[in-house]
């Protein structure tokens, strides 16, 4: 069964500090991975893709990688803000049909005290 | 910030009320698609279209219906509102590619439905 597993469920660091988001997944084929930020009733925003061939890409403070062997992601925050309190989304998209069919994970709450 | 719309952002309804979700993009995406997200769980798909005239149903079942009669518009419709309705609907779009990153999708900034 394909499937998108994000760890850890919540998380709270202090202004500053860096963090690490997990993500695994089963799914496949295998075309992409995207992560996302979903701040509070807003919809949810690319940060980063990657296919196979990647293993890791940068957006400013935020670099994620990806181990394709062994069906791993990560997304690293450097130097956290308060803005970057939101949920943070890993989507993997397959290769087995013409739409490319997306697996959300639940997400990963994050939460920036000063 | 991507150029996609949806109204109304919160809406307050009765049982049995008719709905429909305004969602529009002026980005010239031929996909588009309709979400359904619960607090602190992942975005389902309820329904998607690759273009105009074209609609199909997502892999979550879902009593809406939608409809694509232009490229920039397409709005979901719940005949007979009920307290199970009652969730996030996120509307988003995409080129419409074979390539993974053209078909990045974009979303609007959903509509909080409460069904009372």
């Known amino acids: 069964k394909n499937q998108v597993e994000q760890s850890p469920q919540s998380l709270i660091i202090l202004e500053g500090k860096n963090c690490t988001l997990q993500c695994n997944y089963t799914v496949s084929p295998f075309s992409n991975l995207r992560w996302y930020k979903q701040d509070t009733g807003r919809g949810p925003v690319s940060l980063t893709i990657?296919?196979?061939?990647?293993n890791t890409k940068s957006n400013g403070r935020y670099t994620a990688t990806l181990d394709a062997d062994t069906k791993q992601s990560s997304l690293h925050i450097t130097a956290s803000q308060l803005s970057d309190s939101a949920s943070y989304i890993c989507?993997?998209?397959?290769?087995?049909?013409?739409?490319?069919?997306?697996?959300f994970g639940r997400g990963t709450q994050l939460t920036v005290w000063p | 910030e991507a150029d996609i719309y949806q109204t109304p952002r919160y809406l307050v309804i009765g049982t049995g009320k008719k709905i429909t979700l305004e969602c529009s993009q002026t980005m010239g995406h031929d996909k588009m698609y309709w979400y359904q997200q619960d607090p602190g769980m992942e975005l389902h798909l309820i329904h998607y279209s690759y273009g105009v005239n074209s609609t199909e149903k997502g892999d979550l079942s879902s009593e809406s219906t939608v409809s694509r009669i232009r490229t920039e518009h397409f709005p979901l419709t719940l005949e007979s509102a009920r307290p199970s309705h009652t969730s996030q609907y996120l509307c988003?779009?995409?080129?419409?590619?074979?390539?993974?990153?053209?078909?990045?999708?974009?979303f609007g900034p959903g509509t909080r439905l409460t069904v009372l």
């Open positions: 989507v993997v998209s397959d290769r087995g049909s013409t739409l490319g069919r997306l697996y």
């Open positions: 990657m296919t196979f061939s990647e």
């Open positions: 988003a779009s995409s080129e419409g590619g074979t390539s993974g990153t053209t078909d990045t999708q974009y």
